[in-house]
């Protein structure tokens, strides 16, 4: 397990900050981490961490019918994007581009935290990721994540629990 960067708050990163911010709005109070490797990955996060691959939540973005829309997917999950498209009442569901998701949540993908976007969407979430304790979400970049109880991080995100597991 690798060690996280103790990183004094003056030199965090603004978008962690932003993350930081907004759980305080939200009631929580959130710790996230740094690793130098990265963690754009579910595999590299939990490997970094310390923790199972089916913990780390997994922020995708989608355009279902022309909204954006989030999906919180555990790790060890593959998003089917059919339940995803039936889950937010509409037909057709495809990936944004990083442009998009940049625009839409204020965070380059890889590191689009689960709550404190420049827009509000609606989220949905993955029910795998509640059989676990703690899961691990994006705190704003690539390199950041905090730890989170699933059913905090269901209050906070407002997000719909629905089954979106591919198979």
């Given at each position: 397990m690798s060690e996280a960067d103790p990183t004094p708050v003056s030199e965090l990163h603004p978008n962690v900050v932003r993350v930081i911010a907004a759980a305080r709005e939200l009631g929580l109070e959130i710790?996230?981490?740094r690793y130098a490797e990265g963690a754009k990955t579910a595999a590299d996060?939990?490997?970094?961490i310390g923790v199972e691959v089916g913990?780390?939540?997994?922020?995708?973005?989608?355009?279902?019918?022309?909204?954006i829309v989030l999906a919180y997917v555990s790790?060890?999950?593959?998003?089917d994007e059919s339940k995803l498209?039936?889950?937010?009442?509409?037909?057709r569901c495809a990936r944004v581009d990083a442009d998009a998701v940049r625009a839409a949540t204020g965070y380059p993908i890889g590191g689009v935290p689960p709550f404190g976007h420049k827009t509000h969407l609606r989220v949905f979430i993955d029910p795998d990721l509640l059989?676990?304790?703690?899961v691990w979400a994006a705190?704003?970049?690539?390199?950041d994540v905090f730890g989170i109880e699933p059913h905090k991080l269901v209050e906070a995100s407002g997000g719909a629990v629905t089954d979106l597991k591919r198979g």
């Open positions: 710790q996230p981490r996060a939990a490997a970094a913990q780390i939540v997994k922020s995708l973005i989608f355009g279902v019918d022309g909204e790790g060890a999950n593959q998003l498209a039936a889950a937010a009442g509409g037909t059989q676990w304790p703690e705190a704003g970049t690539w390199n």
